[in-house]
């Protein structure tokens, strides 16, 4: 599929997004070409933004909070940390990183 143009999304349901939802728009079985000129996307609520960067792969958008997760407990459990936290969005990755936070390279995803 070549992709080209402008795309606008609308949001024909009445149910707020919430962070993790996610919607694929479309499929190619001989994958993805270019790129849309523009995307539209609805207005999300305070805290929520359009993560598009799967769009050129497998056609899908999805909702990502932009508020950060915040640890409420660490302790150790079988020889392992575990990290407890709340916030960010649901069943992303997070990667804890020990050193300084300007020095850090936060990236998170599926």
């Not at 070409?33 to 805290?47: D, E, R, T």
Request: contains cysteine; glycine residues 14%; aromatic residues 12%.
């Amino acid at each position: 599929m070549t992709e080209g143009g402008i795309l606008i999304v609308t949001n024909s349901g009445v149910a707020a997004f919430t962070a993790g939802d996610s919607f694929k728009l479309f499929s190619a079985a001989g994958g993805y070409a270019g790129s849309f000129s523009s995307v539209s996307l609805p207005a999300l609520n305070a805290g929520l933004s359009w993560n598009t960067a799967q769009l050129a792969v497998d056609g899908s958008l999805t909702v990502v909070s932009t508020n950060p997760p915040a640890t409420t407990g660490v302790n150790f459990s079988g020889g392992n940390l575990v990290w407890h936290g709340t916030g960010g969005t649901p069943n992303w990755n997070y990667y804890i990183c020990p050193r300084p936070i300007w020095r850090c390279r936060w990236r998170n995803g599926r």
